[in-house]
């Protein structure tokens, strides 16, 4: 069981907007801004695409956002595109003891 | 450009140890901590601890403590992973990932794929 629960699977349509949730706990996305985003292809390594909750790193599109409210993250992917589909994971640190966890993955299908 | 490039693949018996190698190349190997990660097939990701290349210190998920070891090379810029004891269940793509501070995994290598099998 991992430690960050996301949903198993989510699906749009091109062109849509779709929302992936990833609930922690007070010990970890509630306290640190330090929530992280990666897309997975099949047979690739993960790509981050957002970090720190809301950034992201140069070269993502800007259709990919982060935001935070409580114990639950969420990335958010505007204007649904083919490529988009991939397994996406969230990250976030838990203090000194436990460092990093990952949330369980989503699977994106675009329609 | 940054690159994280894994040794290859292994297949390993039960109760053996694996020791995989992730070598960087395109920044100052030392400035940046480095993370191990690891994916079960048809699993999601999984931390398993970082080492950092300039002072030889080391955190690891409890989870691995007593069974893994990282380390690192800064004469030639490269990052190891051991884990012994290995059982079935530590088949798995093994990643190394940079980091430049909070969680800011921003280059992986390709990974490596260890199967343990009798």
């Known amino acids: 069981q991992s430690a960050l629960t996301q949903p198993a699977s989510v699906s749009g349509s091109p062109g849509q907007s779709i929302t992936i949730s990833c609930t922690g706990t007070?010990?970890?996305?509630?306290?640190?801004?330090?929530v992280s985003w990666f897309q997975q292809q099949p047979d690739k390594a993960p790509k981050l695409i957002i970090y720190?909750?809301?950034k992201r790193p140069s070269g993502v599109s800007n259709r990919f956002s982060g935001s935070k409210s409580g114990n639950t993250a969420s990335l958010t992917i505007s204007g649904l595109q083919a490529e988009d589909e991939a397994d996406y994971y969230c990250?976030?640190?838990?203090?000194?003891?436990?460092?990093?966890?990952f949330g369980g993955g989503t699977k994106l299908t675009v329609l | 450009q940054v690159q994280l490039v894994h040794s290859g693949a292994e297949v390993k018996k039960p109760g053996a140890s694996v020791k995989v190698s992730c070598k960087a190349s395109?920044?100052?190997?030392?400035?940046?901590?480095m993370h191990w990660v690891r994916q079960a097939p048809g699993q999601g990701l999984e931390w398993m601890g970082w080492?950092?290349?300039?002072?030889?210190?080391?955190n690891y998920a409890q989870k691995f403590q007593g069974r893994v070891t990282m380390a690192s090379d800064t004469s030639i810029s490269t990052a190891y992973l051991e884990v012994s004891r290995l059982t079935s269940d530590d088949t798995a793509v093994y990643y190394c990932?940079?980091?430049?501070?909070?969680?800011?995994?921003?280059?992986w290598g390709q990974g490596t794929l260890v199967t343990v099998s009798s």
């Open positions: 720190e909750v809301t």
């Open positions: 007070s010990s970890d996305v509630g306290s640190y801004n330090f």
């Open positions: 395109g920044y100052t190997f030392t400035a940046y901590y």
């Open positions: 080492v950092n290349p300039d002072s030889g210190g080391t």
């Open positions: 990250c976030s640190y838990a203090g000194r003891s436990t460092s990093w966890v």
């Open positions: 990932a940079r980091e430049p501070s909070n969680g800011i995994f921003d280059h």
